[in-house]
């Protein structure tokens, strides 16, 4: 049986772009354009994984991952961010409650891919858990910096 994502953005073309790459590598791919269908489609048939966008009107996408990530139920599913370029305090945050990935916009799709696969590999090896500590610890000094630069600047 095919893992099954769950694909979330208030963009249809992102929604698009990323359901046929995941459908073209096997994936079974469910959609939702806001929060609140993502919460709607979790409670039904929980998936796998949610790409899930932060930035969306209504229900956001840090209301959907604070319920994926309290509710017991929903303990399993994994989760990788999609958000704007540029949010280095989002990047930050996401990382340190856990968010299973991060990928900024622009994106490839083969980059959505290949980051939904290792995700939900069995194999979460020792060089990923240390790329994802170089990434957080390079996003700590960035978002540091930049708030010097703002208290400076005033």
């Given amino acids: 049986m095919p893992q099954r994502i769950l694909v979330v953005d208030d963009e249809p073309s992102v929604v698009q772009i990323i359901t046929y790459t ?45 319920t994926l990530k309290t509710e017991e139920r929903y303990s399993g599913i994994k ?12 990047q930050l945050k996401t990382l340190q409650f856990g968010v299973d990935e991060y990928i900024t916009k622009p994106f490839k799709a083969a980059e959505v891919a290949e980051a939904v696969a290792a995700t939900l590999s069995a194999e979460r090896d020792e060089r990923r858990d240390k790329e994802r ?5 390079k996003l700590r000094t960035i978002v540091s910096v930049m708030k010097r630069a703002q ?3 005033g």
Avoid: C
């Fill in 22 to 66: 995941l459908g073209r590598k096997g994936y079974q791919v469910m959609q939702a354009f806001d929060g609140q269908q993502a919460l709607d489609a979790i409670a039904t048939d929980p998936p796998d994984l949610v790409v899930l966008d932060l930035m969306m009107p209504n229900v956001d996408g840090w209301k959907v991952y604070q």
């Fill in 79 to 90: 989760v990788v961010v999609l958000s704007g370029v540029g949010e280095f305090e989002n």
């Fill in 133 to 137: 500590a170089k990434k957080e610890a």
């Fill in 151 to 153: 208290e400076r600047d």
